[in-house]
């Protein structure tokens, strides 16, 4: 309890105080959120509506006006705002001669002062029920004091119960001639078709945000607010073709920023990713980088982003830039002028097929999230597929090119037999000139056959070359690998192994294998000693030297492996047979039987020599 001297102290600290609260008020009473403050007042200034402004308009002007409309749309579109603007033109006394409202009459002022009779508006989100309806309808029969219509604007007109939209049925389709209804919904699915019959109905657009972007500069300006317009662009996309949302965001970055709303701190402010990390991930994946891709998602992760947001996001950037590819494309763009460079600099660098698939990939991405177990996995082997695309294609292309050149190959092939069965015919027609019809079809066909004739045969060429390709390629592997040491008795195994590979073909020199030793001479040379000079010319001549070398070397495992066949000079010492002549055979068969000599003279049976 405060005690003052005396009634003059007292009065003095009363007034005091309330100046005090006056002032107070004064400043509070200066902040009027802009979705308020530029709300428009005429037709002409209805951002992004045109088309419905002007038919109301003109619906105005030529005095057609139906009692009962609906205006559906998303939320902040201006709906409210058209029907306010409507109640207010159809009601002002001396409309100009653009057909809007004068804003001077006593009408037109007591709308601007909210303090009309003319307009009602009913909220039927908590106004529901029949007897909400029934009030209404109660309201209506009384004819507005000033001016000549009463407007009705129901807003959420899809709340209503079905029994209360049945309720309003009747006044719906015969209103007093000074009632006109206005119902404003987001869901006019909602509505059941009785009411939508009865209506006049407007579909209002989503703003676009270049639309937006231009309104919202027109506010900074007037505030004397510096801007960079790509916070504005960002301000404009959050709002989502709202223009009461991109206002409210306005006011909300304006209290954050100051009189300089900066992109940065825009996108500070509203939890927005930076366009910087698309661009860097999409360098990423272009280039292959995995490993980058993986620590921008972690940085942006640490940063509080939802990783389904980032996915969404990165399938919009890739959207863009397949829209920056082509110039009829490029005004579906929807960002700031410098960001929009960006964009058509990395689109430069990205093919469409890259494009096509990344969508294809984020979108996926982004339908199975929710059903992934493992979430943060789900997204990063996205990236690492998005990082793949570069090469995946290249080998793509590369073996595109391989069967292209397959392909030319078998046309040339196939035109050289063609030509090669073409002058056949007609060698075979020359000769041939009492040919029947029948004949004549059969050499067509067989005309026809080589084709695919020549082709079998070039596909089995191409076998052959690729199996040939491939032992080669094998035995270039082996000769890689094959350096090891051998002992003699290892020697001795290959050596024998070899004279029983051969005893079938070549038995002579198998038997000679088995009787010689090897002698490893130096390192690596092997020496195989011959009987006879003739011997030695035959292994060498038909390849069967070489044939045993290479065996060797297998078996050894060791390609340095050489094989020197020499002719024994002292042959006495060898306990080795001789390598009989048909001769030797002879004389020994008329050694031990003497008889033959006989018989061979009789018969005369003896040798060219
Ligand atoms: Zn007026």
């Not at 294809?360 to 997204?379: E, F, W």
Request: hydrophobic letters at 35%; a negative charge; glycine letters at 4%.
């Amino acid at each position: 309890m405060v005690f003052y001297k005396s009634q003059k102290e007292q009065i003095f600290h009363v007034t005091i105080a309330g100046f005090r609260l006056f002032f107070y008020l004064c400043i509070m009473e200066q902040f009027i959120v802009s979705a308020r403050k530029y709300r428009p007042l005429t037709f002409a200034s209805v951002v992004g509506q045109s088309a419905i402004a002007q038919t109301l308009k003109n619906a105005i002007e030529r005095k057609q006006l139906a009692h009962a409309y609906i205006f559906c749309g998303p939320r902040g579109v201006g709906k409210t705002t058209c029907a306010r603007i409507f109640a207010k033109t159809i009601n002002c006394f001396s409309p100009d001669s653009n057909g809007d409202a004068c804003g001077e009459c006593e009408s037109c002022k007591a709308f601007a002062e909210n303090r009309s009779y003319n307009i009602h508006e009913l909220d039927a989100a908590s106004n529901n029920s029949v007897e909400d309806i029934r009030n209404l309808i109660d309201q209506v029969r009384v004819p507005p004091q000033i001016g000549k219509y009463s407007v009705y604007i129901i807003d959420e007109v899809h709340m209503l119960s079905p029994s209360a939209f049945n309720a309003f049925l009747k006044t719906l389709e015969e209103p007093p001639i000074h009632a006109v209804f206005i119902l404003a919904t987001t869901e006019k699915h909602k509505i059941i078709p009785t009411i939508l019959s009865r209506c006049q109905i407007y579909d209002f657009n989503r703003i676009s945000i270049e639309d937006t972007v231009v309104y919202i500069e027109k506010i900074a300006k007037n505030e004397n607010i510096d801007y960079e317009s790509e916070a504005l662009h960002i301000i404009a996309q959050k709002a989502d073709g709202s223009m009461r949302d991109a206002l409210s965001i306005f006011d909300q970055v304006v209290s954050f920023c100051g009189t300089n709303v900066t992109y940065a701190k825009v996108i500070e402010n509203l939890n927005v990713l930076d366009y910087e990390y698309y661009f860097r991930l999409t360098n990423a994946f272009i280039g292959g980088d995995y490993c980058t891709a993986l620590t921008i998602f972690d940085e942006i992760l640490s940063k509080g982003f939802d990783a389904q947001y980032f996915i969404r996001g990165l399938n919009s950037h890739f959207r863009d830039l397949l829209v920056c590819k082509d110039t009829r494309t490029a005004s579906l763009l929807e960002v700031g002028s410098t960001i929009a460079e960006s964009y058509k600099k990395q689109a430069e660098i990205c093919s469409v097929a890259f494009l096509f698939t990344a969508l294809d990939i984020t979108n996926a991405c982004d339908v199975g999230y929710k059903t992934s177990s493992n979430q943060r996995l789900h997204i990063e082997l996205a990236l690492c597929k998005l990082s793949n695309i570069t090469t995946s294609h290249k080998i793509e292309q590369q073996s595109a090119k391989i069967a292209e050149n397959i392909e030319k190959n078998k046309q040339e092939t196939g035109k050289q037999q063609t030509v090669e069965q073409a002058t056949a015919k007609t060698a075979e027609e020359k000769t041939k000139n009492n040919l029947t019809i029948d004949e004549t079809k059969e050499t067509t066909t067989v005309a026809t056959r080589p084709e695919t004739v020549s082709i079998k045969g070039f596909s089995s060429l191409t076998e052959s070359i690729n199996i040939d390709t491939k032992d080669t390629k094998q035995e270039e592997n082996n000769t890689l690998q094959m350096n090891e040491s051998f002992t003699e008795e290892q020697l001795l195994t290959a050596w024998k192994n070899c004279a029983a590979m051969f005893a079938k073909k070549h038995t002579r020199f198998a038997s000679a294998m088995i009787a010689t030793k090897p002698v490893c001479e130096a390192e690596n040379v092997i020496v195989f000693n011959v009987q006879q000079i003739v011997q030695k010319n035959a292994l060498e001549e038909k390849g069967i030297a070489k044939n045993i070398c290479l065996y060797l070397q297998k078996e050894l495992k060791n390609t340095a492996v050489t094989l020197d066949v020499r002719v024994d000079q002292s042959g006495d010492k060898v306990d080795a047979p001789k390598l009989y002549t048909d001769s030797d055979k002879e004389k020994y068969m008329r050694e031990k039987n003497p008889e033959l000599a006989n018989f061979q003279a009789t018969f005369e049976l003896y040798d060219a020599k």
